[in-house]
């Protein structure tokens, strides 16, 4: 449970247990956030479940484990990456307090030695564990576990992404602690995602999840059409606004790679040079200072539609918008206005731009809807998919809790988390 709040920790736990799960674990944003008094309400609301305290320990092991021990934790994690001291030190404490101790093996580069190593301290379980921010890159732990598991003796876990379609697959790879939590904490039914996922453990068989799957490039444009401009903004930290940019045609989606053009107000030549240069599926991103006269209308539109274009993205003017709009071409633009320019042949094409505020580089990606236009560097767009759709999935959970009759203001724990003054 990586909530940041112990109200909606608590209530997931409730739904997730009547579901089948078989022990809670107080994530390490959770810990931090409420400290270990969210281990010790855990304890008092479930006082005959397992509580794993995620604590990441990473040095003062024994002292670590004493307090998460008599806070009410049954299992207190250490990371693989301390030292042999520290992971001693954890496990001796957590032996004199009658807890036991899994190692992380997350961000080790030898799983398998340390997995080894943490077995000869005395270590009760080690954990196969992809990162979340990994995870946003497209990883998952599968491989590694599957060695891990077959080079020690004591129970393996595995974690990172996992769901009611790849449960069985961790079994298959031999873990024997299944650790799930966007799956569960992101779903608006958390009984039923955990019923799924036990179902799937102990049939070997896959079970179909509506919940989002983690993407990589080839999948991306599809994520990138299914969020919205602000999910993507708010995955961003609330960054890559193309400020002043509007579209032409309501309710459409444009999402792809860019090509960039440079031209000077009213030149239209390096825009209309840049349609044939365009493979299907691209967008023009065009600087023009955002200045009049236009230079874009419905033939550049039509030009546009026959390569396969997913849209234009203009800083400047356009016209001809009622042909565009019955086009249904995917056209954004800072101006309208019904004067066009001359082809001079100034600008040009593929080169880094200035367009909305916003530095474009070849190759980014651009998303557009009702909202504006965002851009997405080329290199994180597969991350930034992943993580808009994390941001979709939390407000999915929030909005059925709002839609149970709580209010924004509660279950967003404003009066909590407000700046005191």
Same mark, same amino acid.
């Given at each position: 449970?990586?909530?940041?709040?112990?109200?909606?920790?608590?209530?997931?736990?409730?739904?997730?247990?009547?579901?089948?799960?078989?022990?809670?674990?107080?994530?390490?944003?959770?810990?931090?956030?409420?400290?270990?008094?969210?281990?010790?309400?855990?304890?008092?609301?479930?006082?005959?479940?397992?509580?794993?305290?995620?604590?990441?320990?990473?040095?003062?092991?024994?002292?670590?484990?004493?307090?998460?021990?008599?806070?009410?934790?049954?299992?207190?994690?250490?990371?693989?990456?301390?030292?042999?001291?520290?992971?001693?030190?954890?496990?001796?404490?957590?032996?004199?307090?009658?807890?036991?101790?899994?190692?992380?093996?997350?961000?080790?580069?030898?799983?398998?030695?340390?997995?080894?190593?943490?077995?000869?301290?005395?270590?009760?379980?080690?954990?196969?564990?992809?990162?979340?921010?990994?995870?946003?890159?497209?990883?998952?732990?599968?491989?590694?576990?599957?060695?891990?598991?077959?080079?020690?003796?004591?129970?393996?876990?595995?974690?990172?992404?996992?769901?009611?379609?790849?449960?069985?697959? +961790? @079994?298959?790879? /031999?873990?024997?602690? !299944?650790?799930?939590? %966007? #799956? =569960?904490?992101?779903?608006?039914?958390? &009984?039923?995602?955990?019923?799924?996922?036990?179902?799937?453990?102990?049939?070997?068989?896959?079970?179909?999840?509506?919940?989002?799957?983690?993407?990589?490039?080839?999948?991306?444009?599809?994520?990138?059409?299914?969020?919205?401009?602000?999910?993507?903004?708010?995955?961003?930290?609330?960054?890559?606004?193309?400020?002043?940019?509007?579209?032409?045609?309501?309710?459409?989606?444009?999402?792809?790679?860019?090509?960039?053009?440079?031209?000077?107000?009213?030149?239209?030549?390096?825009?209309?040079?840049?349609?044939?240069?365009?493979?299907?599926?691209?967008?023009?991103?065009?600087?023009?200072?955002?200045?009049?006269?236009?230079?874009?209308?419905?033939?550049?539109?039509?030009? +546009? @539609?026959?390569? /396969?274009?997913?849209? !234009?993205?203009?800083? %400047? #003017? =356009?016209?001809?918008?009622?042909?565009? &709009?019955?086009?249904?071409?995917?056209?954004?633009?800072?101006?309208?206005?019904?004067?066009?320019?001359?082809?001079?042949?100034?600008?040009?094409?593929?080169?880094?731009?200035?367009?909305?505020?916003?530095?474009?580089?070849?190759?980014?990606?651009?998303?557009?809807?009702?909202?504006?236009?965002?851009?997405?560097?080329?290199?994180?767009?597969?991350?930034?998919?992943?993580?808009?759709?994390?941001?979709?999935?939390?407000?999915?959970?929030?909005?059925?809790?709002?839609?149970?009759?709580?209010?924004?203001?509660?279950?967003?724990?404003?009066?909590?988390?407000?700046?005191?003054?």
């Amino acid at each position: 449970m990586d909530f940041v709040d112990i109200e909606r920790a608590i209530q997931v736990a409730e739904e997730a247990l009547a579901g089948g799960a078989d022990w809670l674990e107080a994530g390490t944003p959770l810990i931090k956030s409420e400290g270990l008094n969210a281990v010790r309400a855990l304890r008092q609301r479930f006082p005959q479940t397992t509580i794993v305290a995620d604590m990441k320990t990473m040095d003062a092991g024994r002292a670590e484990v004493e307090v998460a021990a008599k806070a009410g934790a049954n299992i207190i994690d250490v990371l693989g990456a301390a030292s042999d001291a520290t992971i001693r030190e954890c496990v001796e404490a957590a032996n004199n307090y009658g807890a036991r101790i899994v190692v992380d093996m997350i961000e080790v580069r030898d799983p398998v030695e340390r997995a080894r190593a943490a077995e000869q301290a005395g270590a009760h379980y080690v954990s196969i564990h992809t990162a979340i921010d990994v995870q946003m890159r497209g990883g998952d732990p599968f491989e590694r576990l599957k060695v891990v598991a077959n080079s020690v003796d004591i129970p393996v876990a595995v974690a990172g992404g996992i769901n009611s379609e790849t449960a069985a697959k +961790a @079994i298959e790879n /031999g873990a024997s602690i !299944v650790i799930v939590g %966007g #799956a =569960i904490t992101k779903s608006t039914d958390a &009984r039923r995602a955990a019923e799924e996922i036990k179902q799937a453990m102990l049939t070997g068989k896959a079970v179909a999840t509506n919940l989002f799957k983690r993407v990589d490039i080839d999948d991306v444009r599809d994520i990138l059409k299914r969020v919205s401009t602000a999910n993507i903004s708010d995955a961003m930290h609330r960054t890559g606004e193309m400020e002043g940019i509007r579209p032409i045609v309501p309710g459409i989606k444009l999402a792809g790679p860019v090509i960039t053009v440079r031209t000077f107000p009213g030149d239209w030549s390096k825009p209309i040079q840049a349609i044939d240069l365009a493979q299907p599926g691209d967008v023009l991103v065009i600087d023009v200072g955002g200045s009049y006269p236009a230079i874009w209308g419905e033939l550049a539109t039509h030009s +546009a @539609i026959q390569k /396969g274009m997913e849209g !234009v993205v203009i800083d %400047g #003017a =356009i016209r001809d918008t009622p042909e565009i &709009r019955a086009l249904g071409f995917a056209a954004f633009s800072r101006l309208i206005s019904p004067t066009a320019g001359e082809p001079k042949g100034f600008g040009e094409i593929n080169v880094p731009i200035t367009a909305g505020g916003r530095r474009v580089f070849p190759g980014d990606w651009a998303v557009g809807d009702d909202d504006g236009i965002v851009i997405i560097p080329k290199a994180k767009v597969v991350e930034v998919a992943n993580r808009a759709m994390d941001v979709l999935e939390k407000e999915n959970r929030m909005r059925e809790e709002i839609e149970r009759g709580s209010t924004l203001s509660k279950v967003g724990y404003l009066e909590k988390w407000d700046k005191k003054r």
